[in-house]
């Protein structure tokens, strides 16, 4: 037989059976087999290749070996009766021959069993892997006859078994989901289906209480009150079960920002010290001032703490219920800094058994329990799924008759800033809140006080738009003790009729769940009319989810309610829409006669400001015209000045020069005739350098002729620049009015310490006389030169001097007339910086420049054009292009 270490039997020649039974399990070892279990005692520490001959005292010898293969057994059995007849001297060699012929014929049966029984094991328990991993596709080879083929034909079937099963497990599994998701589907609708009674039951029960109908007696009055009171918890009930389901399948989405958890705390006892006027108890909020913002979304924090203190209130009837926080980590520790917020309570405290399932929905602390204080198991667990939601942990502390420490924890916000406007209550999600059932005398004198501003205000327009009659109603009610005008349509389709037919309302109430036409429909379809602010749309819906508000507000509503309804709300969002919606229209009629205003102030400022353009232009103008005629009558006076003592000079240098001569004609006459003079004339010689004298003096008088000839040259082209212009236009030579100008502007020519001299160019055609007004052509000249020169000036800044030398800059002037000799044309070029296409297009616009301030007054160019263009029918161009220089081109009629 052939076993294994772990004592599975392998094959037995009388156990085969029981071994294809058990599917390959056999065991020794629970088999209850004391000869078995006896042969495996025996073998259980053999080495591998060891072999053991052991008298098993039954007229039999057992021969045992180990064999490599992995932990497997080989043994064999010798009746003692073939031995019996030998002889004891040759027992030990024959013994010996038959252990060699045992080892043999275990060495042959190994290599046997290895390629006949241990591969398709290994392949069976490969398979049994493969299955367990959920691959069931495997399959073995069946094509064998023996038990191993057979093993392998069931294995095959069990695993075709096994997989039918895990589909019908699967298909069980989807349809459970499948009727999960129909349930959750039923019971959002069975809400909205129960919010619209009720939503009927409470505002009738609230609007008759109001005195819709006439006053009433205090008997009904009560009774209408518990009917309202009912409804609300009713509706309390139904969205406590939608929020245990939402948590369930994890579809609430937090909205988180930083809150003051003190002030939170603040108002949620603040509403609840009203339910405790039957109780001597003292509600205590201990909470730091200097409490670090918690990271949460506000709506669920309050709803946390209605439950936990609401629970605190519930079940202790006298001492207190206390609110108190503490930081629990910091970030020192490399954690998440957290508040830890606890309500400890000094009521009748929980069992220790319950302790551990008091957060299990649906979980009371035992059945008399739920019908002394009622409740639906719901709260705590609610609580829990929101505070894990957050991030945070809850737990409880409580021994009976000395109260409960409820304590769960919030992360720190990392934000520092919190809107003043985080502590206020969110009136739709709590106004079910058993609170507003105990405050009849406050709702009274709140109604009281809407009913007197409504009718200190002019009558507001309100169209109700609800399919279900009950439900309009209802708004009815609320809205008739007002001063307002109603009107009701039954669909969407009817309403959008009757704002098509004239009716511009003042707001719409909307419901949201109508057939054919939902709300959100009429409301997009009312927004490419009228914006938000002309026309408020106020939904009215059953359903607040998330993604249902997010869908009415992108097709454009200015707010919803939640049914049922709270009337008070109903009326306060009434009168802050309608006043918001008027105040925009009153704003509008004010900013189109602010633009009618101001369009006309902008007509008359455009007006004014054109005319002072033009004043401006024609005072520069004249200043400039009266500047220049100055600066011509001074010139012209200067160079007559100039002139006369000029020419007294000139007159007497030629005197001069000839009595020079004279002079030292007689001086050489007298050396010669007395070569050997008076001691002190030959003193004064040499104190004189009589020599260097006669010999200097003759040039001196020359020099002083070339100066004063000089001085005749500028006056000339100084009373040629600055002559008088008459009325009429008079014969007058350009070259000579160019070369005047080049005369006055010679010194800007000049070499400097930043730039070698600039070299002008004459290329002089043959012009005729031209009939113009030369004064004002010499300061468009004028004006083109300077402008060249500043353009050169600005090219070299930054330039060494030797690179200026390398790259010479210079002007040139070139003058010719037209084919058709109709026009002169004068060319004007520098090799500067050039110009822009925007900056050209702008160069002959009035007071436009692109020097620096103090630098231009954008005259130049402009006065130039008119000179050359008004005053002389001529043509003034600009050719130029960044970096290549601009050239000018001046046309004058000949």
Sequence with gaps: ????????????????????????????????????????????????????????????YLAIAKLDLPNWYFVTVFPKSILAGLAFENARFILI????????????????????????????????????????????DTTRLDELGRLAHSFNAMAGEVYAREARLKQAQEALEATDKLKDEFLANTSHELRTPLNGIIGIAESLIDGVTGKLPATTISNLAMIASSGRRLATLVNDILDFSKLRHQTIELQLKPVAVREIVEVVLTLNRLLISQKHLQLVNDIPADLPLVSADENRLQQILYNLIGNAIKFTDSGSVQVSARLISSEEDGQESKIAITISDTGIGIPEDKLDRVFESFEQADGSTARIYGGTGLGLAISKKLVELHGGEIGVESMIDQGSRFTFTLPVSQISAVSSQSVLVSSHRYQSSPVLDSLPSEVDAHAHNNRQTAKNHPEWSILIVDDEPVNRQVLVNHLSLYNYEITEAASGIEALAILEGGLKPDLILLDVMMPRMTGYEVTHKIRQTWQ???????????????????????????????????????????????????????????????????????????????????????????VQNEKMASIGQLVAGVAHEINNPLGFITGNLSHAEAFIQDLIGLLELYQQQYPQPAPEIVAQIKAVDLPYLMEDLPQLITSLKTGTDRICEISTSLRIFSRADTTSKVAFNLHEGINSTLMILKHRLKANNRRPKIEVSKDYGDLPLVNCYPGQLNQVFLNLLG?????????????????????????????????????????????????????????????????????GTGLGLSISYQIVVEKHGGKLLCISSPGEGAEFVIQIPI
């Excluded at 039997?9 to 058990?22: Q, R, S, V």
């Excluded at 290749?49 to 052991?54: F, L």
């Excluded at 190994?110 to 493969?130: C, E, I």
């Excluded at 040139?812 to 110009?835: C, F, H, P, V």
Aim: glycine residues 4%; hydrophobic residues 40%; negative net charge.
């Design 1 to 60: 037989m052939i076993f294994r270490e772990d004592g599975r039997l392998i094959a037995h020649p009388e156990k085969g059976d029981e071994i294809k039974e058990k599917l390959g399990n056999f065991n020794i070892l629970t088999s209850g087999d004391p000869h078995l279990v006896r042969i495996f005692q025996l073998v259980k520490d053999l080495k591998p290749g060891q072999v053991v001959v052991e008298n098993s005292q039954d007229n039999e």
């Design 97 to 140: 021959l038959g252990l060699i012929a045992l080892v043999i014929e275990v060495t042959i049966l190994f290599f046997v069993l290895r390629q006949q029984v241990a591969a398709p094991l290994n392949n069976l328990m490969m398979a049994t892997d493969q299955i367990t991993a959920g691959d069931f596709n495997i399959q073995l």
């Design 532 to 622: 938000a602010s002309e026309l408020p749309i106020v939904l009215l819906t059953a359903r607040n989810h998330v993604s249902d508000l997010v869908v009415g507000f992108e097709a454009g509503a200015n707010d919803y309610l939640t049914k049922p309804i709270s009337k008070d709300e109903l009326l306060a969002r009434i009168k802050v829409h309608c006043s918001q919606a008027a105040i925009f229209l009153e704003n509008s009629r004010l900013y189109q006669d602010l633009q009618a205003s101001e369009a006309r102030v902008c007509d008359r400022a455009l007006l004014l400001e054109q005319s002072l353009q033009l004043l401006q232009q024609t005072q520069l103008q004249l």
């Design 787 to 855: 402008n060249a020169i500043d353009a050169i000036d600005e090219s070299v800044q930054g330039q060494s001097y030797q690179v200026i030398q390398a790259n010479p800059k210079e002007i040139i002037i070139r003058t010719e007339t037209s084919q058709d000799q109709q026009w002169a044309r004068i060319y004007i070029k520098d090799n500067g910086l050039g110009m822009t296409e925007a900056v050209k297009q702008k160069i002959f616009d009035h007071l436009f420049t692109t020097k620096p301030v103090g630098q």
